[in-house]
T-cell receptor
Framework: DQQVKQNSPSLSVQEGRISILNCDYTNSMFDYFLWYKKYPAEGPTFLISISSIKDKNEDGRFTVFLNKSAKHLSLHIVPSQPGDSAVYFCAAAHRGNQFYFGTGTSLTVIP | DAGVIQSPRHEVTEMGQEVTLRCKPISGHNSLFWYRQTMMRGLELLIYFNNNVPIDDSGMPEDRFSAKMPNASFSTLKIQPSEPRDSAVYFC?????????????FGEGSRLTVL
């Protein structure tokens, strides 16, 4: 059973607007959450992370929000740029082991 | 550092053949992971090693799949016999492990096609 779920397989956003990617998890033992970005024919690359003791982490145009009570996290990209077009994977881990990933959301930023 | 290195990048084989995928983790990383990417399940964890020891192989789909890590710098994922439904991209990743701030570093993947 999927412990990490990304229910939106795809998302299209106009350049300059905000992109919001969502992720839900089921295991309350997860204490670390990450977002990865993947371009075609490449491996996923780390984008941003958040510890379970925080509810927000920001890095430039990227912000991750964590709502532990809802077991939900989201990635905000603002402003969105065409180069952000990629597949985004949400991941969750417990004590740095057994990183579980979602099915991914394909983001298209339209120029 | 060269990053996580996987080989081959592409493999096309016929059903019933043995397939061996290889991975060299980043030097100094003590955890290694094998993932399979499919449309339906996304990045699916197959097995992970800590200090060369398999810790959890519950994600390995069948007995046809096996993985080894004979030393800290090399791991293999073997499929014998291969089937068309094994067609996917297989990723290897490594990390420093055991920390709630570490991240996974992925290789570029091995795309397997079983005819």
């Amino acid at each position: 059973d999927q412990q990490v779920k990304q229910n939106s397989p795809s998302l299209s956003v106009q350049e300059g607007r905000i992109s919001i990617l969502n992720c839900d998890y089921t295991n309350s033992m997860f204490d670390y959450f990450l977002w990865y970005k993947k371009y075609p024919a490449e491996g996923p690359t780390f984008l941003i992370s958040i510890s379970s003791i925080k509810d927000k982490n920001e890095d430039g145009r990227f912000t991750v929000f964590l709502n532990k009570s809802a077991k939900h996290l989201s990635l905000h990209i603002v402003p969105s740029q065409p180069g952000d077009s990629a597949v985004y994977f949400c991941a969750a881990a417990h004590r740095g082991n057994q990183f579980y990933f979602g099915t991914g959301t394909s983001l298209t930023v339209i120029p | 550092d060269a990053g996580v290195i996987q080989s081959p990048r592409h493999e096309v084989t016929e059903m019933g053949q043995e397939v061996t995928l290889r991975c060299k983790p980043i030097s100094g990383h003590n955890s290694l992971f094998w993932y399979r990417q499919t449309m339906m399940r996304g990045l699916e964890l197959l097995i992970y090693f800590n200090n060369n020891v398999p810790i959890d192989d519950s994600g390995m789909p069948e007995d046809r799949f096996s993985a080894k890590m004979p030393n800290a710098s090399f791991s293999t994922l073997k499929i014998q016999p291969s089937e068309p439904r094994d067609s996917a991209v297989y990723f290897c990743a490594s990390s420093t492990g055991g920390s709630n701030t570490g991240e996974l570093f992925f290789g570029e993947g091995s795309r397997l096609t079983v005819l």
